[in-house]
């Protein structure tokens, strides 16, 4: 099993060009999410997905947009790319469910804004 | 709101010292659950931990051990007798039974362990 897939690994863009990040799992996890890291700020919570067609914001969701098509993919799009969006981006899964349920982390995706 | 402070934002030691990492979170709900996870230099989130609001006893495995004290809203992280391995970021994160599996980070501490 893959697990929590997410391409490209490295990404480099120029302000205000789109890009997807795409976002997929093998283990028919309801919920899904991304998360942004930056330093000393820990993980903050962007967009997140309890089910196909339900998606909602995070703590950070300005910029971003989302979809959940199917129960396995989840692409997160930045329509204007901005300096303020470099960071590295997770995808996670779990089961649906109480907080209780542990989150799988994909590997990463570091995304440059110049 | 809740909020999760990691007070520590780097800790060095020489391999074989134990290290302690601090984690004081804020919530108003009764019902929540708590997690570490480890961040090594490759990148990966690992998952080490989870508790939920209700058992307070403390965890112990391998070298790793945590301490739970809800009268303080602490969960510490206790690395003994370090190695070279253990060098990471440690994230602490809490989630709310009411949220759903939305985690809120704390901003990690980095530990570095020299041989």
């Known amino acids: 099993n893959a697990g929590v897939t997410q391409t490209p690994k490295f990404q480099v863009l120029k302000t205000g060009q789109s890009m997807t990040l795409q976002c997929a799992q093998d283990m028919n996890h309801e919920y899904m999410s991304w998360y942004r890291q930056d330093p000393g700020m820990g993980l903050r919570l962007i967009h997140y997905s309890v089910g196909a067609g339900i998606t909602d914001q995070g703590e950070v969701p300005n910029g971003y947009n989302v979809s959940r098509s199917t129960t396995e993919d989840f692409p997160l799009r930045l329509l204007s790319a901005a300096p303020s969006q470099t960071s590295v981006y997770f995808c996670?899964?779990?089961?649906?469910?109480?907080?209780?349920?542990?989150?799988?982390f994909g590997a990463g995706s570091r995304l440059t804004v110049l | 709101a809740q909020k999760v402070t990691q007070a520590q934002t780097e800790i060095s030691v020489v391999e074989k010292e134990d290290v302690t990492l601090d984690c004081v979170y804020e919530t108003r709900d009764t019902t929540y659950y708590l997690f570490w996870y480890k961040q090594p230099p490759s990148g990966e989130l690992v998952f080490l931990i989870r508790?939920?609001?209700?058992?307070?006893q403390n965890e112990i495995s391998g070298r790793y051990s945590w301490n739970f004290q809800k009268s303080t809203s602490s969960f510490n992280f206790t690395i003994t007798a370090s190695q070279v391995v253990d060098s990471a970021v440690y994230f602490c994160?809490?989630?709310?039974?009411?949220?759903?599996?939305?985690?809120?980070f704390g901003g990690g501490t980095r530990v570095l362990v020299k041989p």
């Open positions: 508790r939920n609001s209700f058992d307070e």
């Open positions: 996670a899964s779990s089961y649906r469910g109480s907080g209780a349920n542990v989150l799988t």
């Open positions: 994160a809490l989630s709310m039974e009411a949220a759903g599996n939305k985690l809120t």
